[in-house]
């Protein structure tokens, strides 16, 4: 019997890759709990998927804090009361600062919709695609202080066509995205890397 390890998933948006991670784990049997969803927006979507998933929630607003620091103190703090082994970021759109890795280094990864080191940052689709390339794709990677910049873990490439409008290379990396993320996990698991 593997032990359960217990992760927290943090996103600001919509969820969708929080439901594909979540139902993953279930149907693939992972040893793993999904303890926690740490948002840092009000009246988002993956709130209500987190519900629906049966999954606690925390949500952060850091302009309640006087700085990023407080705010993570406060996460860190939810982290250590629910014993966290890892931390997966689905869609969370902040740099996570030294008060959090701090607690996690190695024990953070993150998702990007574009083969980094290109198109870093909030727009990598949509950046990728106003640059004309042919192909761009997801990367897993390591979080580290800086932005999208941690060490590659997986890659994984996607087709950009002549004929796409920028929702069709959104849907077809989502596509990816929701297969792959759980795929990579699962491998880490093996390996023992959490």
């Known amino acids: 019997m593997s032990i359960i390890k217990k992760i ?11 439901t594909a991670l979540c139902q993953a784990f279930t149907r693939e049997k ?6 926690l969803l740490v948002c840092d927006h009000q009246n988002v979507p993956v709130l209500q998927r987190a519900e629906n998933e049966g999954v606690p929630t925390m949500v952060v607003n850091f302009r309640d804090y006087p700085d990023k620091a407080s705010a993570e103190a406060v996460i860190a703090a939810r982290l250590a009361a629910e014993q966290i082994d890892f931390i997966l970021l689905a869609g969370y759109m902040r740099i ?36 004309g390339v042919s192909t761009t794709g997801v990367t897993i990677h390591w ?13 994984r490439q996607v087709p950009i066509y002549n004929t796409d409008q920028l929702t069709d290379l959104e849907q077809r990396i989502h596509q990816v995205e929701h297969k792959f993320y759980p795929a990579v996990v699962k491998e880490l698991l093996e390996k023992g890397e959490f």
């Open 8 to 18: 927290a998933i943090f996103a600001s948006g919509e969820g969708s890759n929080f």
């Open 30 to 35: 992972m040893p793993v709990e999904v303890a």
């Open 96 to 131: 996570i600062g030294p008060t959090l890795l701090a607690g996690y280094a190695g024990k953070m990864v993150n998702i990007h919709p574009a083969l980094l080191p290109n198109f870093p940052g909030r727009h990598g689709i949509e950046d990728a695609y106003e640059a």
């Open 143 to 155: 979080v580290d202080a800086g932005v999208d910049s941690g060490q590659i873990i997986a890659q």
